[in-house]
């Protein structure tokens, strides 16, 4: 898991906004998602390790 602490420093490199975790669904490529409030790129979780890379992120849902 995330812990708290981690997630309040965490912040979208694409927007600098804050990020909220969300789980994954079946199939996804990541543990949970961590989905950026401002611009809704959603960063994979992966091995316990947040990806904050935009050339990772999936694009927002249309
Ligand atoms: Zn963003």
């Known amino acids: 898991m995330i812990s708290n602490d981690l997630l309040a420093i965490l ?16 199939g996804d490529n990541a543990q949970m998602w961590l989905v950026c409030t401002g611009c809704g790129l959603r960063f994979p979780v992966r091995d316990d390790i947040p990806i904050m890379l935009v050339e990772e992120a999936a694009s927002a849902k249309a």
């Open 11 to 26: 912040v979208c490199p694409s927007c600098k906004k804050k990020v909220e975790p969300k789980d994954a669904a079946a």
